[in-house]
């Protein structure tokens, strides 16, 4: 008699074990389009990503590279300081958006150019992403615009 119980034990432990795997490899497929990795331009740069993979890439948008095309097509560069990654975009563009400011996009690296599907800019003139930032603080670029100037 306690055999039987513990063999159903052993069965009911077994079969959450694999219903637990099977919802975990399940839940993992259908959030794979969902993930964007965050890229700074120099990592783009040091090792570009498959023209397959979407990621978010961000830095400040680089000055005299603005050019806006035929149509809704606008080119530019972002940079980190230390890197820069060209950027074309098929679409309207943020208000804030412009030469020197932050900005977020989300795309593709195909042949050497960043394909937008999206562009995000600063929403205020302090603001810029989290994401942004923490690159351009591991570049030794960033200043923080609310520190108060050395006084002489």
Do not use: C, W
Request: no cysteine; hydrophobic share 40%.
């Amino acid at each position: 008699m306690k055999s039987l119980k513990k063999q159903r034990r052993i069965q009911v432990i077994a079969v959450t074990a694999v219903a637990l795997i099977v919802s975990t490899a399940l839940i993992g497929y259908a959030m794979r389009d969902g993930i964007n990795f965050f890229r700074s331009p120099s990592q783009v740069a040091e090792a570009p990503p498959g023209p397959t993979e979407v990621f978010r890439i961000g830095g400040l948008v680089e000055d005299g590279t603005l050019k806006r095309g035929q149509g809704e097509t606008v080119l530019f560069s972002v940079t980190d300081g230390a890197a820069s990654v060209p950027v074309a975009y098929t679409g309207v563009l943020p208000d804030l958006f412009g030469e020197g400011e932050g900005m977020v996009g989300t795309g593709r690296y195909v042949d050497g150019t960043f394909v937008a599907t999206e562009i995000l800019a600063k929403h205020d003139e302090s603001y810029m992403p989290a994401e942004v930032i923490d690159a351009l603080k591991e570049q030794g670029v960033y200043q923080d615009p609310n520190a108060e100037l050395p006084t002489n």
